[in-house]
């Protein structure tokens, strides 16, 4: 069973753009969960997706934003970056909601020059 | 709203000696999970507790859920290199509709 995919691995983007990141869950987890990760403020939570719905979301600003495709696939938005939006970002999927263990991807590093 | 605070936030000890961390909530919990993380690499689920006052083993690893499901414990008997990472807790709150993440414990071990 192929485990959690997120893409890109690695992005450098310029303080005002806009980004998107992809997470592929596991085949059959219905469950997208979103973290930054930053060293020094842990495993911040984002966001989570359920059946295309968001049942839940972080303390983070509208620049944040994401959406859960029919297949369960997950994207996240930034806009309008920031230097402090420099992180790793990583998705986690889940067989439902607030339920069982997180599958946590390698994460998408994204840098803000 | 909802805080997880863990203990120590760094821990360096030398092979062979045990280590623990904590993890305290501010909310009763539906249940607790436990991660590590290793150096570079993203966060692996280690175990789920789910009744108060509950005690789960994995080989040199003990897991504890408070009575009141408040705070949980990750004990290591005699750590090994094997060790080292970061060690997050997530504890679920049914009623906040969602888990948080403590800030975890990296662990170190010098040979």
């Known amino acids: 069973k192929a485990g959690v995919t997120q893409t890109p691995r690695y992005l450098i983007k310029t303080r005002g753009q806009q980004v998107t990141l992809s997470c592929s869950p596991i085949s059959g987890h219905r469950s997208v969960s979103w973290y930054q990760q930053t060293p020094g403020q842990g495993l911040q939570f984002l966001f989570e997706?359920?059946?295309?719905?968001?049942?839940n979301k972080g303390n983070f600003p509208g620049r944040f934003s994401g959406r859960q495709f029919s297949n369960s696939r997950s994207e996240m938005n930034v806009s309008t970056l920031e230097l402090g939006d420099s992180a790793l970002y990583l998705c986690?999927?889940?067989?439902?909601?607030?339920?069982?263990?997180?599958?946590f991807g390698q994460g998408t590093r994204l840098t803000v020059v | 709203g909802q805080q997880v605070m863990q203990i120590p936030q760094y821990q360096h000890v030398q092979e062979g000696e045990d280590f623990t961390t904590y993890c305290n909530s501010s909310t009763t919990l539906s249940n607790i999970q436990w991660y590590k993380q290793r150096p570079g690499g993203h966060p692996v689920f280690l175990i789920q507790?789910?009744?108060?006052?509950e005690v789960k083993k994995q080989k040199r690893l003990t897991f504890q859920f408070g009575e009141a499901k408040k705070n949980s414990s990750l004990h290591i008997t005699a750590t090994q290199t094997t060790d080292v990472g970061t060690y997050f807790c997530a504890g679920l709150n049914t009623n906040a509709g969602k888990s948080t993440f403590g800030d975890g414990t990296t662990l170190t071990v010098k040979p």
């Open positions: 507790l789910v009744k108060s006052g």
């Open positions: 986690a999927s889940s067989p439902g909601h607030l339920n069982t263990e997180a599958f």
């Open positions: 997706y359920f059946s295309e719905t968001q049942r």
